[in-house]
């Protein structure tokens, strides 16, 4: 399995041209290539705060949620799985895969360019291929970042409030932001 490269904890570190080098290079097994008959439930489970879990414990090793991560897939019917070439497993995830945990913006208007760090380390570009939608929730708007095929991200409160601000700060009509040449909705 390839390795990842994993970036910094802290994105303002880091230059977006340093960060776009850093999504180039990140390489991720072919899921979407691999299709073994299904072998059962993993017994595992993504909660809603991005927390993974093994048989009801938590499971406390960075490296290995991200190895995991790298192996999981959306299906079709909206269900997750992790999938190796030879088998697939069930896993549960409350609300999303991932958690954006921290966003870094350079530039403005649609010169402005977008990245957001996961909760498994990973760092994903927002563009047309990696929008954000939000979803009404009892507690307000839920924000998703794409992440991958049909992978989303939760972006946490303090960071849509930071998005929040900027489109506000920008004034535009509907309300959202651009980020590498793509117009993203920040309105349900």
């Not at 895969?97 to 570009?125: D, H, W």
């Amino acid at each position: 399995m390839p390795e990842s490269v994993v970036p910094p904890e802290d994105l303002s570190k880091l230059s977006l041209a340093e960060i776009a080098q850093l999504v180039e290079e990140k390489r991720l097994p072919p899921v979407a290539q691999w299709n073994p008959a299904h072998c059962g439930n993993s017994g595992m489970r993504i909660a809603r705060d991005g927390t993974w879990y093994h048989e009801g414990r938590p499971i406390v090793r960075p490296a290995m949620v991200r190895l995991f991560s790298t192996v999981l897939r959306r299906e079709p019917d909206g269900s997750h799985v992790l999938v190796t070439p030879v088998e697939k497993l069930t896993i549960q995830v409350e609300d999303a895969a991932f958690v954006a945990v921290e966003m870094k913006s350079e530039g403005s208007g649609p010169g402005r360019a977008l990245a957001f760090r996961l909760n498994t380390g990973e760092i994903v570009s927002a563009d047309g291929d990696h929008g954000i939608r939000i979803a009404a929730g009892e507690d307000g708007p839920r924000p998703y970042l794409h992440v991958r095929s049909g992978l989303e991200a939760r972006i946490t409160r303090p960071v849509y409030y930071e998005l929040a601000q900027l489109a506000l700060d920008e004034g535009c009509d509907p309300p959202g932001l651009w980020s590498r040449g793509a117009f993203l909705g920040l309105a349900e």
